[in-house]
């Protein structure tokens, strides 16, 4: 099998920036349009079946990326285990997939529910505390994906595991607080606009 894998490593590469290429591209692509949608606080029924198909975009990506970067690992396990560039995005990928569940079947679904008058305890300014989320959300996804991406077309780092993380860290850090300054100026200029 794993001669299998070798003798077919530059189609698994292929494969593998298909991949990411698609993930980069979904998700820079969802959120710009998941900001333009919150703007308004509601989300529209054509607004939430694009957003589907974007997820779902992304969502193949990952698998994507999964089997052709096993495909990839498997016959140079040792090394990869020694790469911290490796270990350092298979860390940031960690968090792509927990950030994307979390987005997917906990944010999204809410915000729609809401925007669609279901059924549900509404509470005063919870909207705006699910939109903040979302915005956090969706500023590690963008800084998560773009960070693999470098990570991956850098031919070798020589920062330490820490020092890579430390650094990624930060980007998501300076990522979120940027999404919360621009959810706090749609909701200025909202306020604006209703008086």
Known sequence: MFEFLSDNKTLFLILHLIGVSLGVGGATITDVFFFKFLKDYRISHFEAGVMRILTQIIWASIVLLVFSGLALYLPRMDYFNESTKFLAKMAVFAVIVF???????????????????????????????????????????????????????????????????????????????GSQLLEWYFSRSAKKLMT
């Open 99 to 177: 950030n994307g569940i979390f987005l997917h079947f906990y944010i999204s679904p809410y915000l729609v529910r809401i925007s669609f008058h279901k059924k549900h305890k509404h509470q005063i300014g919870e909207v705006r505390h699910f939109r903040r989320i979302a915005f956090a959300s969706g500023a590690v996804s963008l800084v998560s994906w773009y960070f693999a991406l470098v990570m991956g077309a850098l031919r070798s780092v020589s920062l330490s595991v820490g020092a890579l993380l430390s650094l990624y860290i930060l980007l998501v850090l300076g990522a979120v607080l």
